[in-house]
């Protein structure tokens, strides 16, 4: 069974950027997509974004222009580089891997943002 390690986490000022990784046991590509969700306080979990195994890309409209989700194989690594962070986007965030048989969910790296 892969495991998924989020980190990168932390507290940072609004508008400051952060660079969250989720780090596999085994091989990403085995995951038809790798994903990034969040879950503020008294919220419901929220997609963030997503990435194919052929690098193809979707955001939350809460993200866009601000997030990029990447990936390397190499180190079966997936990575959402934040920039221009907003107290709004203070939760914890998640790494899913989604195939047909299988999701996978890593256990959650917190972000704060504020002042």
């Known amino acids: 069974q892969v495991q998924l390690v989020e980190s990168g986490g932390g507290l940072v000022q609004p508008g400051g950027s952060l660079r969250l990784s989720c780090a596999a046991s085994g091989s990403i590509s085995s995951f038809s997509t790798m994903e990034w969700y969040r879950q503020a306080p008294g919220k419901q979990r929220e997609l963030v974004a997503t990435i194919t195994t052929g690098s193809s890309t979707n955001y939350g409209d809460s993200v866009k222009g601000r997030f990029t989700i990447s990936r390397d194989n190499a180190k079966n690594t997936v990575y959402l580089q934040m920039n221009g962070l907003k107290p709004e986007d203070t939760a914890v965030y998640y790494c899913?891997?989604?195939?047909?048989?299988?999701?996978?969910w890593g256990q959650g790296t917190q972000v704060t943002v504020s002042s």
């Open positions: 899913k891997g989604y195939s047909w048989i299988r999701e996978v």
